[in-house]
């Protein structure tokens, strides 16, 4: 599934390469689930894009050209994918509790970056809220607290 990550930034795992070490998986997965969520409503803004470029940097440290290589690697992927069960299980894999409760906050924020929650994204947050192994209350009070931060409506 990731034979294109090996390519590009080729099997060595150095500790000093910022962003791109170990985290080549995981940040093209969260960048898959986020490019998803954002294209679900059948538009994929720029605002949405720069906020995936945005998260990625802040989760993996990457730059904005590193960001925007694993935003089109995660695009290869979802189209070579049937689901997105192997983007979330190597992220239940290797993310507690907590860190994926900030992922779902930055799937809200994508939402809501159009002002508004449609039928389709709703389908789709409830989906990786499973697959991702959150209670429903979890996935509501994140909803709430990206609502509030935001001041959106549904």
């Known amino acids: 599934m990731f034979n294109i990550l090996n390519r590009l930034f080729g099997s ?6 910022p962003g791109l070490n170990g985290n080549k998986e995981l940040s093209v997965a969260l960048a898959a689930i986020l490019t998803e969520i954002a ?3 059948g538009q994929f803004s720029q605002s949405e894009k720069e906020l995936i470029v945005d998260i990625l940097q802040k989760e993996f440290g990457l730059s904005q050209e590193e960001s925007k290589e694993i935003e089109d690697l995660a695009n290869t992927e979802l189209n070579g994918s049937i689901d997105l069960w192997h983007f ?6 290797n993310y507690s509790s907590e860190k994926k409760t900030k992922i779902m906050e930055y799937i809200w924020k994508i939402i809501y970056t159009d ?3 449609n039928d389709h994204e709703d389908y789709l947050v409830h989906k990786l809220s499973r697959l991702l192994n959150l209670p429903h209350s979890q996935l509501i ?3 709430l607290r990206v609502k509030n931060q935001s001041g959106k409506s549904d």
Request: hydrophobic residues 20%; proline residues 5%.
């Open 115 to 117: 002002t508004k929650l």
């Open 12 to 17: 060595s795992e150095d500790p000093d390469t």
């Open 88 to 93: 979330t299980n190597l992220i239940n894999e």
């Open 39 to 41: 294209t679900v409503d």
């Open 141 to 143: 009070e994140t909803k």
